[in-house]
Structures are given as structure tokens and as C-alpha cells.
């Protein structure tokens, strides 16, 4: 089994800045890439960025282009997501997974998730 956790969440103001982390543990050697998904209160599990294990190919929603900075530690099975420029639009829980198969962007290919982070940005 998977066990994920995420940390790194809190409040922030309008421009911050905030960096999540997603320890993997268990068994994860079937998983060929991670992503962060975030769900606001009342809206639908949204996808944010994946990131291959193996290649380090990054995928991003286009809200988050050029603010957001997935990245991952194959030997510590860390997973990132350095957030800069914070939005009140970005407020949700943020969740990480492990990728299955199918598309990277449904919340369908997914397997395993955390518990989540709260992020709140203040406007």
C-alpha cells in the first residue's frame, strides 16, 4: 500500500509565496508519475501539475503556467510544488497522488491520495 503526505500548507497574502511537499511511502514502485490536484470549498477535484518519476516531464493547468514549479526527489520520494505569485483564486486543499494509467489531468488515473494541505491566500 501507499502512503502519502503533504505538508507545507498555510496562510499566505496576495503575491506570496508557498511550497508543498508529498512524502511517498510504501509501495510506490509502480507508479510512474505524481501529480497535485486542489479542490476549493463546493468546486469539483481539479488538477494543478504531474511530474514523471522517470524523465522529470512536468504538465501544469494553464492557471498556474509560469507560477507554479513542480518538482520531485526519486531517492527521498518527495514530490513539490513551489507556488509563487499566490492568488485568493489558488485557496483550496491540495492534495498529491500517485499516478495509474490513463490521462495525467483526471482525477480518474489516480490511485492513491493524501489527506491534503489547506492553502488560503488572502487578498
Known amino acids: 500500500q501507499v502512503q502519502l503526505v503533504e505538508s507545507g500548507g498555510g496562510l499566505v497574502q496576495d503575491g506570496g509565496s508557498l511550497r508543498l511537499s508529498c512524502a511517498a511511502s510504501?509501495?510506490?514502485?509502480?507508479?510512474?508519475?505524481m501529480g497535485w490536484f486542489r479542490q476549493a470549498p463546493g468546486k469539483e477535484r481539479g488538477f494543478v501539475a504531474a511530474?514523471?518519476?522517470?524523465?522529470?516531464?512536468?504538465y501544469y493547468t494553464e492557471s498556474v503556467k509560469g507560477r507554479f514549479t513542480i518538482s520531485r526527489d526519486n531517492a527521498k520520494n518527495m514530490v513539490y510544488l513551489q507556488m509563487n505569485s499566490l492568488k485568493p483564486e489558488d485557496t483550496a486543499v491540495y492534495y498529491c497522488?500517485?499516478?495509474?494509467?490513463?490521462?495525467?489531468?483526471?482525477?480518474?488515473?489516480?490511485?492513491?491520495w493524501g489527506q491534503g494541505t489547506q492553502v488560503t491566500v488572502s487578498s
Open positions: 510504501g509501495r510506490t514502485f509502480n507508479s510512474y508519475a
Open positions: 497522488a500517485t499516478f495509474g494509467r490513463g490521462s495525467l489531468y483526471s482525477v480518474r488515473s489516480y490511485d492513491y
Open positions: 511530474i514523471w518519476w522517470s524523465t522529470s516531464m512536468t
